[in-house]
Nanobody, 114 residues
Framework: QVQLVESGGGLVQPGGSLKLSCAAS????????MSWHRQGPGKERELVAG????????NYADSVKGRFTISRDNAKNTVYLQMNSLKPEDTAVYYC???????WGQGTQVTVSS
């Protein structure tokens, strides 16, 4: 069955960095676009970044442009989200999404606080 497992979240100070990973299994990863989303406290889930199946095309929410970078390694069936210059408003549960049924992972908590 399709599984998406996120990791790499944690507590970081403002201005710090984190790199999230999402390991995929159960489908032919290299054929599907993938994306990262987040849901902050009291907020709706929102798209953060997306990447095409080959990795050649990416898109970002305006709020993270220039700070976050999405990438993928099709040999490792993994999509990444490098997050730099983190702000308190980036605090959220981060989810990856993708595959033939657009499955969701379980999420990983990112907390940006001093």
């Amino acid at each position: 069955q399709v599984q998406l497992v996120e990791s790499g979240g944690g507590l970081v100070q403002p201005g710090g960095s984190l790199k999230l990973s999402c390991a995929a299994s159960g489908f032919t990863f290299r054929l599907y676009a993938m994306s990262w989303h987040r849901q902050g406290p009291g907020k709706e889930r929102e798209l953060v970044a997306g990447i095409s199946s080959s990795g050649g095309s990416t898109n970002y929410a305006d709020s993270v442009k220039g700070r976050f970078t999405i990438s993928r390694d099709n040999a490792k069936n993994t999509v990444y989200l490098q997050m730099n210059s983190l702000k308190p408003e980036d605090t959220a549960v981060y989810y990856c999404n993708g595959g033939p049924l657009r499955n969701w992972g379980q999420g990983t908590q990112v907390t940006v606080s001093s």
